[in-house]
């Protein structure tokens, strides 16, 4: 089993004005994000009792046609993380009635056997690391996206090079290393290609900030060509974890505890 210590879930709630007309349901503002500290655990592929307790039969199948231990740890870790979250945000639900799935665009979907239809409303977003895996379980009508990350030395360059000069007089006034300028820009830009289902085949210029803002520990972005979304970033020693939402949507909950 996963130790305590390695596995961090919880529930974010949100607030936001609701326009005349607009869709509201109850869990519309209420989210859960669960975290898989992948150094504290050893292989996750391997706890094979855990496994058949969270996984649909076609998971299970999938992974099993893995060759690669380390690819077959990274989808057994992503796919726990996700049903963990979805544990904690529909406890009577039968995780092994729910599989994820890829959508045409490789996006993560759930799909459920007929018993446990109570999940065809939700929306999952997942993210990989070396250090985490992490998943978050959302209303579909309050669209949101997750990464967590952390570049390497490699990376940095290729990162910074492409940021407009905006950017870049942002950064400086912030103070920010290389280090968490690349981490901050690549993780707010993922979770945000993963609210818009595009990935990271849309050129990166698009997704270039009009303002960047410290809030305590926590950076908040806001884009150029996507006003109707923030993103609110967390640096960590071993990862810095991006939450993608609507602009107009507010925290009502203290920043997640992840690491």
């Not at 690819?71 to 945000?89: C, P």
Request: hydrophobic share 40%.
């Amino acid at each position: 089993m996963l130790v305590p210590n390695a596995v961090k879930i919880q529930t974010l709630l949100m607030d936001r004005p609701i326009a005349s007309g607009s869709f509201d349901a109850p869990d519309l503002l209420r989210a859960t994000l669960a975290v898989i500290d992948l150094d504290a655990v050893n292989s996750p592929a391997n706890d094979a009792a855990l496994i058949r307790s969270y996984f649909h039969p076609r998971e299970m199948d999938r992974r099993d046609r893995f060759e690669h231990m380390r690819r077959k740890d990274s989808y057994t870790a992503g796919r726990l993380a996700a049903k963990l979250a979805l544990k904690h945000h529909c406890p009577s639900v039968d995780m092994q009635k729910i599989s994820v799935e890829k959508g045409v665009f490789d996006q993560p979907i759930l799909l459920a056997d007929s018993s446990a239809s109570d999940v065809a409303q939700l929306g999952i977003s997942i993210s990989h690391s070396d250090s985490y895996a992490v998943a978050l379980i959302f209303h579909r009508a309050h669209p949101m996206g997750v990464d967590i990350d952390l570049p390497t030395q490699q990376d940095i360059a290729p990162v910074l090079s492409g940021l407009d000069e905006k950017t870049q007089r942002r950064f400086a006034d912030l103070g920010l290393s290389d280090v968490a300028c690349a981490s901050l820009i690549w993780t707010a830009r993922e979770s945000l290609a993963k609210a818009l289902t595009t990935g990271m085949m849309t050129p990166l210029a698009l997704y270039c900030s009009s303002n960047i803002t410290r809030q305590g520990n926590c950076f908040v972005l806001h884009y150029e060509n996507f006003a109707q979304y923030k993103t609110h970033v967390w640096p960590g020693k071993k990862g810095w974890l991006a939450l993608t939402m609507p602009a107009r949507t507010d925290m009502k909950t203290a920043d997640p505890d992840w690491e």
